[in-house]
């Protein structure tokens, strides 16, 4: 389609330039889209949504796209070697290429943000099929990151042209998983602030929340954290980088494993956490412990909590408070045998932070971890 330049484009005069109406998907570049389609359905609770393929004209990949309530994930493989998404794959191992931000307008969304700096990704490009259109458009983040804009309101079918529906009669039953509340980006040392300016000045993002490495340091380990947020607080993404400790980071371990900056953890939101966990437990999901004595003292620092603390303890569900209200979390080990992505279910009862109070204790859970694999 005809796209405007960008010295034609006037900047927006509306304080959000990027209106942004949510995550719109995750797509991961794996190594085996089949099995990884299959595990996170297994695990999760995911359901079949939709598929692309040779048998619907796609002939160089293989993508799987499955959803839980408004969580959807797209599972991709290259069929060959010899191109960007097997190159993905042999550099990073699997993970997060492209967190998917649902837009009214793609192509004003790609002018508004290469306009102010953001680097071409994908230019707007219109899919269309015998349900209508869709509008993509995308632009670079940290490492090999990237920001698609997906502006779907001009079309009904399944998920986008060129896939298919995926029937499935495999269907696990849901774990209560809802939706993407914040993806955490790892990049390297100094280049936090950089990356908090792109997402100021590309994205129209503001910085909510700063931790230093006095509030996120064990003995060992540090990282720095600034949380940005677009206008209407749909979309939170904090970004961390390592700083100085005794011993090596674990955004240090890995930004070695994944061989450069990339998405650290995605959290998603239940609004049953305990029943959430229980089930992912029961399916194989192994999640980070803290030591028992956690429990002790929590109540003392958190206050009341509507929940019983015998299954929190259990499950190993860290607790936080902040002025609005509270949070329950949890973090999952990595997904993959390289310690790089992972998982946190987190249910908020009002609180809008992220659990700084649990840093100390999950971060501790962190280091024994990373001993084991012998990189601290
Ligand atoms: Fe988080």
């Given amino acids: 389609m005809s796209t405007i330049i960008a010295s034609e484009v006037t900047p927006s005069t509306d304080l959000d330039f990027l209106p942004l109406q949510g995550t719109d998907y995750v797509e991961f ?9 299959f595990f996170y359905k297994t695990a999760f609770g995911f359901q079949s949504l939709a598929y692309a393929g040779p048998e619907t004209g796609v002939m160089d990949k293989v993508s799987y796209v499955i959803r ?4 959807t994930f797209v599972l991709t493989t290259p069929l060959r070697t010899n191109n960007a998404i097997a190159d993905h794959i042999y550099k990073h191992g699997d993970g997060v290429k492209v967190l998917a931000l649902m837009v009214n307008d793609a192509t004003d969304a790609w002018n508004q943000t290469t306009l102010r700096g953001g680097k071409n990704y994908l230019e707007p490009t219109v899919l269309k099929d015998d349900n209508g259109e869709v509008v993509l458009s995308g632009i670079h983040t940290y490492g090999d990151t990237v920001h698609l804009f997906v502006e779907r309101k001009n079309y009904n079918g399944v998920f986008m042209p060129g896939f298919r529906k995926w029937e499935s009669e495999y269907n696990p039953v849901s774990t209560g998983l809802l939706y993407v509340d914040h993806c955490v980006g790892n990049v390297g040392w100094n280049q936090m602030n950089p990356w908090v300016k792109f997402y100021e000045d590309v994205m129209g993002f503001r910085n909510i929340l ?7 340091s064990t003995e060992y380990s540090a990282l720095m954290s600034k949380v940005m947020s677009n206008g209407n607080g749909y979309v939170k993404f904090p970004i961390n980088e390592p700083a100085e400790g005794k011993k090596k980071s674990q955004v240090e371990e890995f930004l070695d494993f994944y061989n450069g900056e990339g998405v650290q953890h995605v959290a998603i939101a239940t609004a049953n956490i305990v029943e959430t966990v229980t089930e992912l437990h029961k399916r194989g999901i192994d999640f980070l412990k803290v030591p028992d004595s ?13 929940e019983d603390l015998a299954p929190l303890r259990e499950l190993g569900i860290l607790i936080d408070r902040d002025e609005e209200g509270y949070l329950l979390q949890i973090f999952s080990k990595p997904m993959e045998d390289r ?3 992972f998982f946190e279910i987190i249910q908020r009862k009002g609180a809008k932070s992220f659990g700084k109070g649990n840093f100390k204790a999950l971060f501790e859970a962190l280091e024994r971890e990373q001993d084991a694999r012998g990189n601290l």
């Fill in 29 to 37: 570049y794996v190594g085996n889209a089949k099995q990884a389609a």
């Fill in 68 to 71: 839980q309530n408004k969580l």
């Fill in 210 to 216: 700063s931790f230093d490495d006095k509030d996120i």
């Fill in 294 to 306: 956690y429990y002790e003292s929590v109540l003392d620092r958190v206050g009341h909590i509507d």
């Fill in 339 to 341: 310690p790089t992505l």
